[in-house]
């Protein structure tokens, strides 16, 4: 596609329900990079794919959070049992290389936990 | 760890006026430095970067010098635009290809 799309662009759920949040990376692009980014902040790593792998998961804040790239384009972001402090802005990022100088970033999920 | 520091908004200037939006970096070795721009409604865009100390990113009438000596990459620009009204993120690159980000500043342009 022409950019990195992201869907939902804003999801409300009750606390202690599961969402899954959807990115579609720039076809072709081998790296994509999941943030968060909590109000009046910048942006917060969780990981980081390389193809189908998971290159670095070491932002993810606890095992509620769990993302999968099953065959090296479309990502999903899972939070079981989400809690009010989950409620943030989810951003995704693609790039060609992995380079941090080529990544393109979605316009983001706006998750509300209430 | 590494983290960046860069100048609490909002900043708000006049149409023509001169823009320095200030960011520090604390970072082990030479990290990459990016400034980011996130314009109302839209997704985050690399406005400028430096890979190396001494080096100056330059885009769309912004700059920004790299300088080991000082830890910064201040983001200039001399005549700024209502259309320049955004919020500006400065970012140095870690390990593992990941970003860490500045908080972001809210610049507000007055016509």
């Known amino acids: 596609g022409a950019g990195v799309s992201q869907t939902p662009s804003n999801k409300v759920t009750e606390k202690g329900k599961y969402v899954e949040l959807r990115c579609d990376p720039i076809?072709?692009?081998?790296?994509l990079y999941w943030y968060r980014q909590s109000l009046g902040q910048g942006p917060e790593f969780l990981i980081y794919f390389q193809g189908t792998g998971a290159a670095d998961d070491s932002g993810l804040p606890n095992d509620r959070f769990f993302a999968v790239r099953p065959e090296g384009s479309v990502s999903t972001l899972k939070i079981q049992r989400t809690e009010r402090g989950d409620s943030a802005v989810y951003l995704c990022?693609?790039?060609?290389?992995?380079?941090?100088?080529?990544?393109?970033f979605g316009q983001g999920t706006r998750l509300t936990v209430v | 760890g590494n983290s960046v520091t860069q100048m609490e908004g909002p900043v708000t200037l006049s149409e023509e006026a001169f823009l320095t939006i200030n960011c520090t970096y604390t970072a082990t070795g030479y990290p990459s430095l990016f400034w980011y721009v996130q314009y109302p409604g839209e997704g985050l865009q690399l406005l400028l970067k430096a890979t190396k100390a001494d080096d100056k990113g330059s885009n769309k009438g912004f700059e920004a010098t790299y300088r080991k000596e000082t830890t910064s990459f201040h983001l200039e620009k001399g005549s700024v635009q209502v259309s320049d009204s955004a919020v500006y993120f400065c970012?140095?690159?870690?390990?593992?290809?990941?970003?860490?980000w500045g908080a972001g500043t809210k610049l507000i342009i007055k016509p």
């Open positions: 970012a140095l690159g870690g390990s593992n290809y990941q970003l860490i």
């Open positions: 076809s072709g692009h081998t790296a």
């Open positions: 990022a693609s790039s060609s290389s992995g380079s941090h100088t080529e990544a393109f």
